[in-house]
Nanobody
């Protein structure tokens, strides 16, 4: 099985920056789509950004000009650079990867455990 380990969350003042990273560990797999989601208190989980295996990206309108998603296929890492953070960015951030088993080519989604990002005023 594949495990996703997140890092980079924390407390930051409005206008500051954070960089989140998520690494997949294990063997016998490749990764299709990678993405970041977040869930704020009292709200549904929403897509923040995603990146395809070919590098095509998609962002939520609220973060379009502030966040940048990237991936390192050799290291199985997806990162999210977050700049100009706002209090409304406060949420638990979850990484997501579509895992492809090399033996069967079966695909399934895997999630990180979540990391708290808190932006203070």
């Amino acid at each position: 099985q594949v495990q996703l380990v997140e890092s980079g969350g924390g407390l930051v003042q409005a206008g500051g920056s954070l960089r989140l990273s998520c690494a997949a560990s294990g063997s016998g797999f490749t990764i299709n789509t990678m993405g970041w989601y977040r869930q704020a208190p009292g709200k549904q989980r929403e897509l923040v950004a995603r990146i395809s295996s070919g590098g095509s990206t998609n962002y939520a309108d609220s973060v379009k000009d502030r966040f940048t998603i990237s991936r390192d296929n050799a290291k199985n890492i997806v990162s999210l650079q977050m700049n100009s953070l706002k209090p409304e960015d406060t949420a638990v951030y979850y990484c997501n990867m579509v895992i492809v088993r090399m033996t069967s080519h079966w695909q399934y989604e895997n999630w990180g455990q979540g990391t708290q990002v808190t932006v203070s005023s």
